[in-house]
């Protein structure tokens, strides 16, 4: 054990309940329900998606979903313990749906050169449908919008293997003692506190994932951090960001390729280059 998971972060569809059931919109199953969602707030001029990805890590994170809803955990699996490359047929594929977002208008004018933070207010502000962001949000989310918050999984791919309880995510401060720690004991003391089942409550009642079991009373808890535990009960597969499984150097070259993806360089080209640079640098994962 190297360290002890307090919380976990997992990335949620967050969507505005009032603008679906202005619309007569429904949380989406498949593609194919979250294509009528664009098309349908795109006719009552509405962004879609709220999505600001200057710092590319934000369409990365909305890419990596698709390509795991298209192809499962195994293409990155394949990438990352080097028996498969950049080139799989998933990858590919979310390459080009990715571009078939931005064609439909999913995302905001300009989005690439957007931060993240005015593209969430821009949420908040019910000026977008939907957004696609971890689990830490949901606390500022909830205390700007409350009942007007909504969130769900994120859609199945058609003929995907990957499915909709499938969770993009990490365990999230974690707590670890240095060996060469002066102060073991109270550094101990400090993890069994904060494993307490009462703050572990406190924890959950604020609005986080713990990584324990905690049994809440409802009333106290965040409702859609609750609706999030509830659908975390269904999950069969966790997988990573791919900028913290495969390093810095390597993740933060995927996020700048999906960067240049959805500005309308070549899927083929932009992943083979992907590959070429992952070969130069497996060193560093």
Known sequence: MYALPTTQTVVCLFYNKEIFDKYGLKEPQTYDDLKNIINVLNQNGITPFALGNKAPWVGAMFSELVVNRIGGNEPYNKVYNGTGTWEDPAFIEAGRIMQELVSL??????????????????FIAGKSGMLV?????????YTDMQDKLGVCKFPAMPGGK???????????????????????????????????????????????????????????????????GEMLNEMEEFFVFYDVGLGATIGNEYNNTIQAITAGQSVEESFKSLQQFTEQNKDSQ
């Open 105 to 122: 208008k999913a995302f905001p004018e300009g989005f690439n050169a957007l931060d993240n933070d005015p593209a969430q207010a821009d």
């Open 133 to 141: 962001m971890g689990s830490w949000a949901i606390q500022q989310l």
């Open 162 to 228: 990957g499915t909709v309880n499938h969770w993009l995510g990490q365990p999230d401060q974690s707590f670890a003692i240095a060996e060469k720690s002066n102060a073991k004991d109270a550094a101990a003391e400090f993890i069994k506190t904060i494993s307490d089942p009462e703050i572990q409550l406190k924890l959950v009642e604020a609005g986080n994932l713990v990584a324990t079991t905690v049994k809440a009373d409802a009333s106290k808890v965040n409702p859609v951090a609750m609706k999030v």
